[in-house]
């Protein structure tokens, strides 16, 4: 299993401001993944982030507010850019050593945008 | 994309029960796995079971993959067994791996 970690773990950021959720991994994996979870809701994936390609974004997420970096391995950030209340959410990185194999999730990053 | 569907939404359990969760899925997996979220939002891994049957101590887990479905067993539940549930998986005609999540049931167990 990989070991995640997530800086920060919890925010509390004023609106139109941005805020960049750091996501490091113990080893090396292929495939990384940027969740997000509103209040009361389930997972929506916001995007794939694979080393040494764009990321891949789903329905209803774009890059200009969720620029996403994957420099290594081992390592990504999910950037949230003027941010509203809606922005509210626990945000959470996931890795896969490859496709159709078990996921592991970090921490989560809990961001409450006043 | 792959619905998921799970049930009951939610369950209330004196401290001792047993329950079974489930989860229906639309369409051919490689992956499918159940999470256990604590109240500080962690998602904890219970089972990697694209098919087959597994065991760990009090939980158990069931999938039927020609079936589209899988089982959640937990016996004797404990106070600290309270949480969110959810299933969750990714689709075999999927090039990205990416999981497709239930709501989740919400399990509460009394003392």
């Known amino acids: 299993s990989a070991v995640i970690s997530q800086k920060p773990s919890r925010d509390i950021c004023q609106r139109g401001t941005s805020l960049t959720i750091q996501c490091q991994v113990d080893?090396?994996?292929?495939?990384m993944f940027w969740y997000r979870q509103q209040p009361g809701q389930s997972l929506t994936l916001i995007a794939t982030a694979n080393q040494g390609s764009e990321a891949t974004y789903e329905s209803g997420f774009v890059i200009d507010k969720f620029p996403i970096s994957r420099p290594n391995l081992t390592f990504s950030t999910l950037t949230v850019s003027n941010m509203s209340p809606e922005d509210s959410s626990i945000y959470l990185c996931?890795?896969?050593?490859?496709?159709?194999?078990?996921?592991?999730f970090g921490p989560g990053t809990r961001l409450t945008v006043t | 994309g792959i619905q998921v569907e799970q049930s009951p939404p939610d369950l209330i359990l004196q401290e001792g029960a047993n329950s079974t969760l489930r989860c229906n899925f639309s369409?051919?997996?490689?992956?499918l796995q159940w999470f256990h979220q604590n109240p500080w939002g962690q998602l904890i891994n219970l089972f990697y079971i694209p098919s087959g049957t597994k065991q760990n101590g009090r939980l158990s887990a069931t999938t039927v993959a020609t079936e589209r479905y899988s089982l959640l067993y937990i016996s004797s539940s404990q106070t600290t067994d309270s949480g969110v549930y959810f299933c969750?998986?990714?689709?075999?005609?999927?090039?990205?791996?990416?999981?497709?999540f239930g709501r989740g049931t919400q399990l509460t167990v009394w003392p």
């Open positions: 080893s090396q994996v292929t495939m």
């Open positions: 996931s890795v896969a050593s490859r496709q159709g194999y078990e996921q592991y």
């Open positions: 969750a998986v990714a689709g075999r005609g999927s090039t990205l791996g990416r999981l497709y």
């Open positions: 369409d051919s997996v490689n992956n």
